[in-house]
């Protein structure tokens, strides 16, 4: 099972970035994924999530309304669409997979997942 994160990049504050994660294996075959971040000198956070069947997503409440998750099961391929990007958002974005229940606060918690992607840099400047 691999996952590989991209679309990350330097962007100007209220500036928009698409984040993908590619699966291979069976890392999608579970229910659920999810995307979280770690800031320079900062522990790493839950962001957004969204169950691979259906339409369940849930986010942090600091990107609710800027940030959109979504999944093409196609490309088993999941995104990360954000938007009024602010400088608070830099840091390294990672795509996490595996869990398989749709469970508070079990899909917002890091140590749920045990695949991860390598993490793709975004960088918002004033």
């Known amino acids: 099972v691999q996952l590989q994160a991209s679309g990350g990049g330097s962007v100007q504050a209220g500036g928009s970035l698409r984040l993908s994660c590619a699966a291979s294996g069976r890392a999608f075959g579970s229910s659920v994924m999810a995307w979280f971040r770690q800031a320079p000198g900062k522990e790493r956070e839950f962001v957004a999530v969204i169950r691979w069947t259906g339409n369940l997503t849930w986010y942090e409440d600091d990107v609710k309304g800027r940030f959109t998750i979504s999944r093409d099961n196609a490309k088993n391929t999941g995104y990360l669409q954000m938007n009024s990007l602010k400088l608070e958002d830099t840091a390294v974005y990672y795509c996490?997979?595996?869990?398989?229940?749709?469970?508070?606060?079990?899909?917002?918690?890091?140590?749920?997942?045990?695949?991860w992607g390598q993490g793709t840099l975004v960088t918002v400047s004033s």
């Open positions: 996490a997979s595996g869990l398989s229940q749709w469970r508070l606060p079990d899909i917002v918690s890091i140590t749920e997942y045990p695949y």
